[in-house]
Structures are given as C-alpha cells and as structure tokens.
C-alpha cells in the first residue's frame, strides 16, 4: 500500500532560490519590522502612499528571477510516485508549480503573487506582471472596469484565508499517512493546526526547519539539516 504523504511548506523553502523569508534571523519583517504593515489590509486600502510602496515593493520582489530549487523538484517526484496527497504551501511564489508539481496538487494558502484582481468588483484575475508594467505612469493602478483599488492576489494580514483551499488542507491532513512540514516555524494559524489534525489522525509527523518549530516535540521525526539537501533525501526514503 502506497503511503500518502500531504506536505506543508513555508517560506523556508524558497530561501534557497533567493527569496528571504519573513521571520527567520535574516528575514525581512526581522531585518525591518516596519515594513510588514505594508501587507496589513486596513493599512492597503486606506493608505494610497503606503499603496504604492507596497506596489513597488511587488515590482522589485525576488519572486521574479528566483528558479526551484532541488527541494522544490524533489517534492514533484512525490507525485510522480503516486504518493502525495496535497502540497500545501504558504508561499505566493509559484515555485512547486515551476519545479514540476501539478496546479491541482499545489494549494496556495495563502494565495498567488502571479495574478491580481480589483477589491471591488472582484475583476480579474489579472497577470501581476500587466499591473506592475503600469507602475511608472499609475503608480496606484486600478481597476479598467470600476476603477476599484488593484491588489495582488496574496492573502494580506485582516483577511481570510481562501476557504475551498483551507478545507482541501485540513482534509489532506486528516487522511495522510505522513505529515511533512517543510521550512515553516507552524506558528502561524490556522496553517498551524494542520499538523495537529494530521496529529489526531495518527500520521507521522516529520519536520524540517532550521529553527524550533512548535511542534518538535511532538514530531516523530526533527530534520535540521539545510532545505535543499535534506527534503531530496527524504523523498527518496519516502517513496524508496
């Protein structure tokens, strides 16, 4: 019997291909805490000068030239060996898709930077890429249709998480057999929980991260070794 393995990935994994994560040692929120209010929602919609250094923010993301990683590819042959269930991610930067994992495999919890839609009239989505060439003339683009406020398709702090993505999560974790949490702290809720439903299943818990996570003391398994290496090997023994 084939065993099914969902994984969860953070911002951890990207590292490797360039872009920074938020909260770890050299992380941009840790680096310059000032700048996490330009993904808070409230200060998005009410603030046009905050706006627009978001939206320059966006333009000059790492997200643009970063290229998978090896961990990225690895977690494809997951599918390919018939044995993932779900790739979750809280990442926005489409990587798992550019190295070789499915879309349907793939759910964005907490959405996309690769498109972007109006608050509005919902309008949209659009490619981010379109929105971002518009920036040197429209340095607050809006919305051709309504002329509504134009936002990433990124789930900003005061919003919801996409509700069909959060309950194909929670439905991945409560049927796997193994649970595997990738470069994230699990601190962040609800993504947290999902280790606690796969928990309460009884699956295996396995956890890579370079930092304590909060959930190393129940995991089975605490792999500390660098992202890039580590998920490689762990997907062979996984699917060896």
Known sequence: ????????????????????????????????????????????????????????????????????????????????????????????DGLHQAGGSRADDVVELHGTLATTSCVACAAGPLPTVDVLARLDSEPDPRCAECGGILKPDVVYFGEQLPEAALRRAVAASDVCDVFLAIGTTLTVYPVASLPGVALDSQATLIVVNAEPTAYDRYADEVIRQPIETAVPALVERLIG
């Open 1 to 92: 019997m084939t065993t099914r393995v969902t994984v969860l990935t953070g911002a951890g994994v990207s590292t490797g291909a360039g872009i920074p994560d938020f909260r770890g040692p050299q992380g941009v929120w840790t680096l310059h805490p000032e700048r996490a209010r330009l993904l808070e929602i409230d200060v998005f919609l009410g603030d046009r000068a905050a706006r627009e250094e978001g939206w320059r923010d966006w333009r000059s993301h790492p997200t643009w030239e970063s290229r998978p990683t090896e961990a990225h590819r690895a977690l494809a042959r997951l599918a390919d060996a018939g044995a993932l269930e779900a790739l979750l991610t809280q990442n926005i």
